[in-house]
């Protein structure tokens, strides 16, 4: 019988040929939009004659204001004035909507997902079945099956691909995944992470109110998918980032700030005021602990490259602003495939 040691040895060689060679990695890129396009000068318009509400004129003049302060150019939007006919419920709040929007985002969420990883795995330039796990983001669907066995089987990757489901976690779930994908890819050799987030902002339609407009003029359709994986690499394999680090932080006392709610009517969505000043306030401390933890060496007041996630214009001046970050380090044009993934696939552009 081996002794403690020589079991302990043996298991602790196990676990190392169990890991990768080397950090993570994202090997490709893949993104896809609705083929409707409305720019944002006309959104005002466009949305005020999709709810018609062309006779809230003080409200429409207010998300004219807010859309031409945005700095966003164009805006990609799956919900047109064919899906309104077919369901008028959609702008009536009076009436329930929730089982006609999450029926639409069942069938399309998937689909737009489906568009961005095909063209993900085309650059990574291997079989589909050699996705080993499938991470998939969304705030657009609650029911089962969920969009990840979905996208799975539009995909055909193997039957026992490892699929994880991120539900109404918002902005923040592009980031979860991506730390999930760096965690899978580094802990289990030849691992080859997809991973998928694809949205409709139709499941969160709503008419015109003072407390939606905003986001409303922000926020518009699409899908990103990337994949991870980490050494030893394959021919065809070409690393584009290395994923030095990866955290997560809370501020305590802030759950008011964002919220979803599944009403009759929808998801109900809302965003604080507060929000822009609470990055502000927290961003600086947030990062230096954020480096601090993964004993990743900077120097301090520098940032190298802009990797932020292109939220509201107000959220992205006060981060240039506290960090003193030239502008353009938030250039709106994307200067790395990163950079590209997150524009087009929040449809932003993050500078006018």
């Not at 080993?132 to 705030?139: D, G």
């Amino acid at each position: 019988m081996p002794g403690a040691a020589t079991t302990a040895a043996v298991v602790d060689s196990r676990r190392s040929a169990q890991r990768a060679e080397g950090p993570a990695t994202i090997i490709a890129i893949g993104t896809a939009n609705p083929a409707n396009i409305v720019p944002q000068d006309d959104f005002a318009d466009y949305y005020f004659g999709l709810t018609k509400s062309e006779h809230l004129t003080e409200l429409k003049d207010k998300m004219k204001r807010i859309c031409k302060k945005s700095g966003i150019e164009k805006r990609y939007i799956h919900l047109d004035e064919e899906i309104i006919r077919a369901h008028p419920e959609i702008i009536d709040k009076h009436q329930p909507s929730l089982e006609a929007r999450v029926e639409i985002a069942a069938a399309e969420v998937p689909k737009l997902a489906e568009s961005a990883a095909r063209k993900a795995i085309a650059k990574w330039g291997r079989p589909a079945t050699d996705v080993t796990h499938l991470i998939f983001s969304t705030y657009s669907g609650c029911r089962a099956p969920s969009a990840d066995l979905q996208l799975a089987s539009l995909l055909g990757l193997r039957p026992s691909v490892s699929r994880t489901i991120l539900s109404l976690h918002g902005c923040s779930g592009g980031g979860r995944a991506l730390q999930l994908a760096k965690e899978l890819a580094e802990n289990n050799r030849g691992a080859r992470v997809l991973v998928a987030l694809s949205e409709l902002t139709l499941v969160c339609f709503s008419t015109p109110d003072e407390s939606k407009i905003v986001g409303h003029g922000l926020f518009g359709d699409g899908a990103g998918a990337i994949i991870v994986g980490a050494g030893p690499f394959s021919d065809g394999e070409c690393p584009l980032f290395e994923m030095v680090a990866a955290s997560q932080t809370m501020i305590p006392g802030t759950e008011h700030a964002l919220g979803m709610q599944a009403t009759s009517t929808g998801i109900d969505f809302h965003l604080s005021v507060q929000v822009p000043m609470l990055i502000k306030d927290n961003i600086q401390q947030s990062l230096l602990e954020s480096f601090q933890s993964s004993d990743t060496q900077i120097l301090t007041g520098t940032i190298s490259s802009g990797r932020v996630h292109p939220a509201a214009r107000a959220i992205l001046d006060n981060i240039e602003g506290k960090l003193q970050l030239q502008p353009w380090k938030l250039c709106s044009k994307p200067a790395s495939a990163m950079r590209v993934w997150e524009h087009e696939w929040c449809n932003y552009c993050i500078r006018s």
